[in-house]
């Protein structure tokens, strides 16, 4: 039998069903695209797999935007096939992790519609309607319930004509925020986790879970400089009853299970103090969180679009402080990128054919060399890179396309607001996966709904699978190491070399085992590396490296983006 926390010597995989594998050639991907491309993962060597959502919906914010969460969108399949999935998955001992998105629905969801019939709806409080801004006729400009922006522009609260109220909706209009006050929505939530438990499912990863406990006065937050609306942040997030749901939650569905479940809510803005209590095991609560502060060291005062260059010495610090955050009680997840980031190898390493192999592979080596629950993004494994978007009819994104209008229509300049859409957009992650250099990269026998990145020739599965020395391969032995070394999983945590502005160093400890990593996270050669005790690692056995090593060189030395794991027992 698994231990309650198996998860800590495991790796997970995510799979953006979209554009995963194509089944039946709509140039959609599907779920049997997923169950006929399931033995990339088993050779992959990973533990799980977390499905991007494949529920009912309208597709506004591609199946964020859920309208039944007990039926599979016909565009990726049906519920037999999904059953047939969790199967197969099972069969190659692979887990299934479900996306559940429960902080908003869509507004086609049969509760919304529901909500938004009457004023006197028995569903209309499942949901948070407000009056107009007292002295304010509604719908006009200003009368608004509160200076609250939305995530993907405009307003947070739209207007709702038939009934004369606004409704909240954090992300897009069509994503309604339900109103997790009302224990009639919890006990809902519920249910239908467990009716997807029992369907096999192995857990969830949670979905902006932080924000379900709103501050109920919906008071107006600050406006940035140069900014078009109000801050929620502080009203929305970490809010005063969320340990008080996750508890509930967790007693509710997971509580009395003898199986092994997982469950990691996406939290951003979570602080690392906040995070401990969160994923304290003692708490019962969750088993571990996506926090957020390492994918905002690239943005300025003016948020997410606001871009700025990233230090490795700020990379050290954050992750360095996650890592002594959670060593005694809590957990991490540990992400590079996923479905809204840019891809890892053109953010944190370099992208240009000279450097991008050996900077995934370096990247790669830190990421799951840390103490933590590692997240494999499709690609990823392959060194996938962003995409070359051109102009803003390239993007499919809404929260790309409504930020470049609002933008340019305040008075941005175009070029600037591409520039930050072409590094940070999320459709980066979201063009198709590289399977092989036939046309579509392998993707559909259809038109893709997404444009595949031209470097598909190059980069995919096929040209990867043998050979040793790929992105690819080293994936696979960074998960066997997790798997067969427990200090891997276990081991104690130590940065070193803070300040060195190239070298991310460190050591892992456990029962008298000691691994030393050092990875050159720069273009230049010959980056000696300062460790103390530099001529005895550099005599301990190698368990894992990028690039030739000459063994017993001290001090050690790494050329460009060349990584190594020493270990000595
Ligand atoms: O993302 C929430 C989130 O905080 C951001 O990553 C957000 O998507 C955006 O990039 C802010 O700039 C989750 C999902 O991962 C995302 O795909 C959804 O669009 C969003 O929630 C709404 O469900």
């Not at 198996?6 to 995510?14: E, L, M, N, R, T």
């Not at 229509?409 to 520039?419: M, T």
Request: include cysteine; charged fraction near 25%.
């Amino acid at each position: 039998r698994l231990p309650r926390d198996w998860w800590k010597s495991a790796v997970v995989y995510q799979i953006y069903p979209r554009s995963f594998a194509d089944g039946d050639g709509d140039g959609i991907g599907d779920l049997r695209g997923i169950i006929d491309r399931l033995d990339h993962l088993k050779r992959l060597g990973v533990d799980v797999v977390w499905l991007s959502p494949v529920y009912r919906s309208p597709m506004d914010d591609n199946g964020y935007d859920i309208s039944d969460y007990q039926d599979i969108d016909p565009l990726f399949g049906t519920l037999a096939e999904m059953d047939e999935l969790i199967a197969a998955a099972h069969a190659r001992g692979l887990r299934v992790v479900m996306d559940l998105v429960v902080n908003h629905t869509s507004d086609e969801h049969a509760w919304f519609e529901e909500s938004r019939s009457s004023r006197s709806s028995l569903k209309r409080d499942w949901y948070v309607w407000r009056d107009p801004r007292p002295g304010f006729l509604g719908g006009t400009p200003g009368a608004e319930p509160n200076n609250w922006g939305a995530a993907f522009s405009g307003s947070a609260w739209a207007w709702d004509e038939a009934t004369g109220q606004y409704y909240l909706h954090l992300f897009s209009p069509k994503q309604p925020d339900l109103n997790w006050e009302h224990p009639e929505v919890r006990e809902a939530v519920y249910a239908m986790m467990r009716w997807w438990l029992a369907r096999g499912v192995d857990g969830f990863r949670m979905d902006v879970i932080n924000l379900i406990s709103k501050d109920q006065a919906y008071a107006d937050g600050p406006v940035p400089d140069g900014g078009l609306y109000g801050d929620n942040f502080k009203a929305v997030a970490c809010g005063p009853r969320l340990p008080e749901f996750l508890k509930e939650m967790h007693t509710e569905v997971f509580a009395g299970h003898d199986r092994p479940f997982l469950t990691v809510g996406e939290m951003p803005g979570v602080t690392v103090e906040l995070a401990q209590e969160y994923t304290d095991a003692a708490n019962a609560e969750l088993d571990m969180v996506f926090q957020f502060e390492h994918v905002d060291l690239d943005s300025g005062p003016g948020g997410k679009w606001d871009v700025r260059p990233l230090h490795l010495t700020a990379l050290k610090a954050s992750l360095g402080r996650w890592q002594a955050g959670l060593a005694q009680r809590g957990w991490n997840s540990l992400y590079w990128d996923n479905h809204d980031q840019p891809r890892a190898v053109s953010r944190f390493g370099n992208d240009d054919p000279q450097h991008r192999v050996r900077s995934a592979k370096a990247l790669a080596t830190v990421l799951h060399l840390h103490r933590g629950t590692p997240y494999v993004y499709q690609g990823e494994e392959l060194g996938m890179t962003n995409y070359p978007f051109q102009g803003i009819e390239d993007f499919e994104d809404l929260e790309s396309v409504n930020h470049y209008h609002e933008a340019v229509a305040h008075g941005a300049d175009p070029e600037r607001v591409l520039a930050a859409l072409r590094y940070k957009g999320r459709d980066n992650a979201r063009t198709p996966m590289q399977w092989d250099a036939s046309a579509h990269a392998g993707f559909t026998s259809g038109d893709p709904w997404i444009a595949v990145n031209p470097n598909y020739v190059d980069i995919n599965v096929a040209a990867q699978v043998d050979d040793p020395d790929s992105v690819l391969s080293h994936y696979r032995s960074l998960i066997d190491l997790r798997h067969d070394e427990p200090t891997v999983a276990d081991g104690d945590f130590t940065m070193l070399l803070p300040d060195d502005e190239r070298v991310y160093a460190f050591t892992r400890a456990h029962e008298g085992t000691e691994l030393l990593v050092v990875a050159n996270l720069s273009d230049d050669d010959g980056v000696a590396v300062p460790v103390d005790d530099a001529q005895a690692w550099s005599e301990a056995e190698l368990v894992s490296t990028n690039g030739p090593v000459a063994q017993g060189d001290s001090p050690i030395t790494l050329s460009a983006w060349e990584a190594r794991v020493y270990r000595r027992s």
